[in-house]
């Protein structure tokens, strides 16, 4: 069975760019995370779909992050314009469902280096 | 808000002996307890889960023990091998259940 792919895997910007991050889920799971995850702390969860639908996005910084996921499969994660302070591996992970209790199956993630 | 320790945040053993790592959670409404290991370069990966009606759970060397009492869980390796060295991360669930908050990680180095 296929794992959950993210790209890029690096990037490198300047602040004020904008990027954008690709992720497509193991077929069959209906819920979909996207993560920041900083140097030396655990993973933030910065949305959540269920389908094609929000479940939580309550620590996005929306002023800046947007993110979709069209017809309920792949997704995309993008910063405009970006901050020093996101720098960060940004993971993406998918579950069968979305309760709490679902294992959770993460992408290898992708670093962001904002300079 | 609700919040998850995880202690220590470096933790070194000699290649054999036993680890153990402990969490503590604030939200008693918290039923599920994961950890995840996660190896250089990769995404976390579940290794050992509990829920709150089960007080320990055991797989080969690994276990979780819960209390939720005193709200806390540990993790505990046994026979610690070179391949144990990642960093471990545990959450709880909160939300409804609908979400896991994220202990800070403990790096486990096993010294051959």
């Known amino acids: 069975e296929a794992g959950v792919a993210q790209s890029p895997r690096y990037k490198i910007i300047e602040k004020r760019q904008s990027v954008a991050f690709w992720c497509n889920p193991i077929?069959?799971?209906?819920?979909l995370y996207w993560y920041q995850q900083i140097l030396g702390q655990g993973p933030k969860l910065l949305i959540q779909?269920?389908?094609?639908?929000?479940?939580?996005d309550s620590q996005l910084p929306k002023d800046r992050f947007s993110a979709e996921r069209l017809k309920g499969v792949d997704s995309t994660l993008k910063i405009q314009p970006a901050k020093l302070e996101d720098s960060a591996v940004y993971l993406c992970?998918?579950?069968?469902?979305?309760?709490?209790?679902?294992?959770?199956?993460f992408g290898p993630g992708t670093r962001l280096t904002v300079l | 808000g609700e919040n998850v320790e995880q202690h220590p945040s470096t933790l070194s053993v000699q290649e054999g002996d036993s680890a153990v790592i402990k969490c503590t959670y604030s939200?008693?409404?918290?039923?599920?307890f994961p950890w995840y290991k996660q190896e250089l370069g990769k995404g976390p990966q579940l290794i050992i889960d509990?829920?709150?009606n089960v007080g320990e759970k055991k797989d080969q060397r690994i276990a979780v023990t819960l209390n939720k009492t005193a709200k806390h869980f540990s993790l505990h390796i046994t026979e610690t091998q070179p391949e144990d060295s990642a960093v471990y991360f545990c959450?709880?669930?909160?939300?409804?259940?609908?979400?896991?908050?994220w202990g800070a990680g403990t790096k486990l180095i096993i010294k051959p």
């Open positions: 959450a709880a669930s909160i939300g409804s259940n609908y979400q896991l908050i």
């Open positions: 779909f269920q389908n094609n639908g929000v479940v939580d």
């Open positions: 992970a998918s579950s069968l469902r979305g309760q709490a209790y679902n294992e959770q199956f």
């Open positions: 939200d008693s409404a918290s039923n599920y």
């Open positions: 077929s069959g799971h209906a819920t």
């Open positions: 509990i829920r709150s």
